[in-house]
Every structure is written in structure tokens, then in C-alpha cells.
T-cell receptor, first 117, second 115 residues
Framework: AQTVTQSQPEMSVQEAETVTLSCTYD???????LFWYKQPPSRQMILVIR??????QNATENRFSVNFQKAAKSFSLKISDSQLGDAAMYFC??????????????FGKGTKLTVNP | DAGVIQSPRHEVTEMGQEVTLRCKPI?????LFWYRQTMMRGLELLIY????????DSGMPEDRFSAKMPNASFSTLKIQPSEPRDSAVYFC?????????????FGDGTRLSIL
């Protein structure tokens, strides 16, 4: 079974600074997807960024980028120029791409990010 | 475009009562997922459907929980009888099916409190 670990229960960053959230995962599969979701206090689950395991290039979405290290099974999220609206819980998630594999998302326990003005 | 619609947004009921949570997926999305979020266990899949057929129900905790998808635009998650330990936020999500990187789109969740 796949597992996702987020070792930082809480992180804080100054507005306009950069912060990196860590995520590691365990799987025996070679083909999968990784995602970061954001959950603000409003409770919505918002997709931030996604990465295909077969792609070596790290995904980027505006101020959000990932550092995907497949051999190390690591998938960290970097937020540049942090804004007050970035304050939220961030969840790392895994999904199989294997033929016949489950489409379910396996989530980490989350990291609560505080942005200080 | 309308997103995933869940109802009710909040539900407070007494132990032993039947609870029904409802979900309308995004039109054209053929995969539907029910997740539960608690402080202790985080976000966990309960069950998911492809084309209205249950594919993986390994996360359904026990026989008190049941889920149905009678058509492509509606699903229910029922708990009968409810217990205080069922208190959680229940999310419904939908996506287009297949092996692509299509993301799951989540509803706003139902916060369930069992007294």
C-alpha cells in the first residue's frame, strides 16, 4: 500500500519570503501522479500543482513549484513571494497510474502554513 | 461552470439517527469519490465509483455505511445508525476517469456532528 508522509505539522513564513513544504511517499509502483492541495479555513480543497512521475521536469504554476526526486521518493512544494492568502493547510497526495490501479488519492496528514505580515 | 455540489453543508444529529449526505458531481465527470476527514486519521477514501459502479469500497468502515450512485449526476452516502465517532467532514469529489493526470475536483464538504 502507498503511504504519504508530511513531516512538518506546521510551518510559518514572512510575507514575500519563500517557504518549502516537505513530502515523502512510499510506493512500489513506477508510474503515478503526485499532487499538492490547499485547504484554507473555508474548508475547500483546491488543487495547487500536479506532477507526473514519468516527467523529469519539475512542475511550476506561477509562484508554486515542486522539487520532485523520484529516486528519493520526495516531492516538496516551494512557495515563492508568499502572500497572506497562501495561509492554509497543504496536503500532499499520491495517485496510481498503473493499469488496473486505484484512482483514489492517498493523502499525507498535512502541513499548516502561517504567513506573517 | 458549477463545481461539485454537496448537501447539507452542516448536519447535527443525535446518535442512532440515520444520516444521508448528498453529492452532485461536475457534469461529464464519470468518476465520483467519497472521502472522510478527521483530525486523527486525516483524509481517507471511503468509496469511489466509475460510471455509477462502485470500484473500490475498501475504505467503508463498516456495515453502517452505504453509498449509492443511481445515476451519473447524483450520489448518496448513508450512515445508519450514526455514532459519535462518525463525526467528521465528508467530501465528495469527481473527475474524468482514466489513467491521465486529471485532477479530482472537491465539493465544499459536509461537516457532520453526531451528539
Amino acid at each position: 500500500a502507498q503511504t504519504v508522509t508530511q513531516s512538518q505539522p506546521e510551518m510559518s513564513v514572512q510575507e514575500a519570503e519563500t517557504v518549502t513544504l516537505s513530502c515523502t511517499y512510499d510506493t512500489s509502483e513506477s508510474d503515478y501522479y503526485l499532487f499538492w492541495y490547499k485547504q484554507p479555513p473555508s474548508r475547500q480543497m483546491i488543487l495547487v500543482i500536479r506532477q507526473e512521475a514519468y516527467k523529469q521536469q519539475n512542475a511550476t504554476e506561477n509562484r508554486f513549484s515542486v522539487n520532485f526526486q523520484k529516486a528519493a521518493k520526495s516531492f516538496s512544494l516551494k512557495i515563492s513571494d508568499s502572500q497572506l492568502g497562501d495561509a492554509a493547510m497543504y496536503f500532499c497526495a499520491y495517485r496510481s497510474r498503473a493499469q488496473g490501479g486505484s484512482e483514489k488519492l492517498v493523502f499525507g496528514k498535512g502541513t499548516k502554513l502561517t504567513v506573517n505580515p | 461552470d458549477a463545481g461539485v455540489i454537496q448537501s447539507p453543508r452542516h448536519e447535527v444529529t443525535e446518535m442512532g439517527q440515520e444520516v444521508t449526505l448528498r453529492c452532485k458531481p461536475i457534469s461529464g465527470h464519470n468518476s465520483l469519490f467519497w472521502y472522510r476527514q478527521t483530525m486523527m486519521r486525516g483524509l481517507e477514501l471511503l468509496i469511489y465509483f466509475n460510471n455509477n459502479v462502485p470500484i473500490d469500497d475498501s475504505g467503508m468502515p463498516e456495515d453502517r455505511f452505504s453509498a449509492k450512485m443511481p445515476n451519473a449526476s447524483f450520489s448518496t452516502l448513508k450512515i445508519q445508525p450514526s455514532e459519535p465517532r462518525d463525526s467528521a467532514v465528508y467530501f465528495c469529489a469527481s473527475s474524468t476517469p482514466g489513467r491521465g493526470n486529471q485532477p479530482q475536483h472537491f465539493g465544499d464538504g459536509t461537516r457532520l456532528s453526531i451528539l
